[in-house]
């Protein structure tokens, strides 16, 4: 399980340093395997400072190269050879001068020094995003707005992501610390008990939650109920499939995930967040208005996302629309029912399914999802609709829209709350100490 620090945090209600944070979590079960530093440009853009182009001219022995003057805010201005076909007068750029070390998307750092390049002295390098790790493009070098001032260091105007990752080993009946939230819930039990200090782990939540206007409800049916004891959904109409906002992108990156659009990148961040998985449907693409939670024939062939067409067996749980297979449940979604740039409408799911039946699916079809791993393990069937909820809320603030329903949640044999009793007697010979009643 891969743990932000940053995220982490901002569920517990005091700050805990990353070190003393790492020997908690190993106290208490969840042992630390690694823990490194994650940069998202690599080196944190330090030493690089932004500049303004002064001059260009023709490098006098090279047609390709063009030999520029850019001042960095302070001293003389830096003679500096620059072979991008798109730099010109006036722009404000990214500057590695002599001393800083880059380090590019693809291949080893590079520090700067003082260069002839056909017979011209270059005092540093006017840099394309790749070359400073900030993205792919080699098209050419960074232009920056004209508002930016020269000398301004590159980390204070880019600001990098930066993080402290946790790799941490968890046993198979720790479902409950697969996500920054349960783990949150451990580490404030360990200070309550530690720090003699009651805390407890801060989780925004779903309580604002407000359906705008009905009219788009899916009717969901439950048909094999020992399989999917529990289905939650709701609709959210008129949202808009675009990038996710900077802290979204960064805090799925720096577990490992690549961002792809707002409402997936939720869907991932509030599995993470809490445990529990989502699935999101493409309204206009659900045949009947209707969900059906069943098992199809053998051999029945079905297209999953990743554009591959599999042979379905009759125990693989399937979700449906009146007319077929939509994705394989709790496992991976299928092609013809997701989110894609041109969804206006989504159906949202947040449902419980049986542990054994996702894990027999997933090794069956080599599916081994970040969603199946965790209901393989057992989520918290309580957690369905608080956590549809607060993801409902999340993807109108992002993507805007409305909540265009009301849930539905089919919940056809609920469960009592469990309870754990133990003896007086054998609580003390676990324990060693004598606690009063």
């Excluded at 932004?50 to 001293?75: C, F, M, Q, R, Y």
């Excluded at 790790?133 to 590159?154: C, E, F, K, R, Y």
Aim: hydrophobic fraction near 35%.
């Amino acid at each position: 399980m891969t743990i932000s620090y940053k995220w982490l945090s901002e569920y517990l209600p005091v700050q805990v340093e990353p070190e003393r944070l790492s020997r908690i979590l190993t106290s208490i079960g969840l042992e630390v395997e690694s823990m490194h530093k994650f940069e998202e440009a690599k080196g944190g853009l330090r030493g690089l400072v932004i500049g303004e182009v002064l001059h260009t001219e023709k490098h006098p022995n090279a047609d390709k190269l063009t030999l520029t003057k850019v001042s960095v805010g302070e001293g003389e201005p830096l003679q500096i050879v620059c072979g991008a076909p798109n730099v010109a007068a006036g722009q404000k750029v990214v500057v590695a001068p002599v001393g800083a070390t880059i380090y590019p998307t693809q291949g080893d750092p590079l520090t700067m020094r003082i260069a002839k390049i056909r017979g011209t002295e270059s005092y540093g390098m006017i840099c394309a995003e790749d070359e400073i790790g900030l993205g792919d493009s080699h098209a050419g070098i960074v232009v920056l707005p004209d508002h930016v001032v020269p000398g301004t260091p590159a980390a204070d105007y880019f600001q990098p992501y930066d993080d402290i990752i946790y790799e941490i080993g968890l046993t198979p009946n720790r479902m409950d610390a697969m996500s920054h939230w349960g783990v949150a819930r451990d580490v404030c039990a360990y200070l309550s008990h530690h720090d003699k200090k009651e805390l407890r782990a801060k989780l925004p939540n779903g309580n604002g939650f407000k359906s705008e206007k009905t009219g788009t409800e899916i009717e969901i049916v439950i048909e094999n109920e020992q399989a999917c004891p529990r289905y939650s959904g709701v609709s959210i109409s008129n949202i808009k499939i675009a990038e996710s906002p900077k802290w979204l992108k960064d805090k799925l990156k720096a577990i490992g995930l690549r961002p792809i659009n707002n409402i997936v990148d939720i869907t991932n961040y509030i599995q993470h967040e809490t445990g529990q998985p989502l699935h999101a449907f493409d309204t206009d693409k659900i045949r009947g208005n209707k969900v059906i939670v069943k098992n199809l024939p053998d051999n029945t062939p079905f297209i999953t996302l990743d554009e591959k067409e599999r042979k379905l067996s009759s125990e693989d749980l399937m979700i449906c629309d009146a007319e077929g297979g939509m994705c394989i449940a709790g496992v991976f979604g299928g092609l013809n029912s997701g989110v894609t740039d041109h969804t206006t409408n989504i159906f949202l799911e947040s449902a419980c399914f049986d542990g054994v039946s996702i894990r027999k699916t997933s090794f069956r079809h080599g599916l081994r999802t970040d969603a199946a791993t965790r209901f393989e393990k057992g989520t918290d069937i309580s957690a369905t609709v608080p956590v549809l909820k607060r993801a409902a809320q999340l993807i109108t603030e992002i993507a805007g829209g409305e909540i265009s329903s009301a849930i539905t949640d089919i919940y056809p044999d609920p469960r009592e709350k469990n309870q754990v009793s133990i003896k007086y007697h054998f609580l003390k010979k676990l324990s060693g100490k004598k606690l009063s009643s």
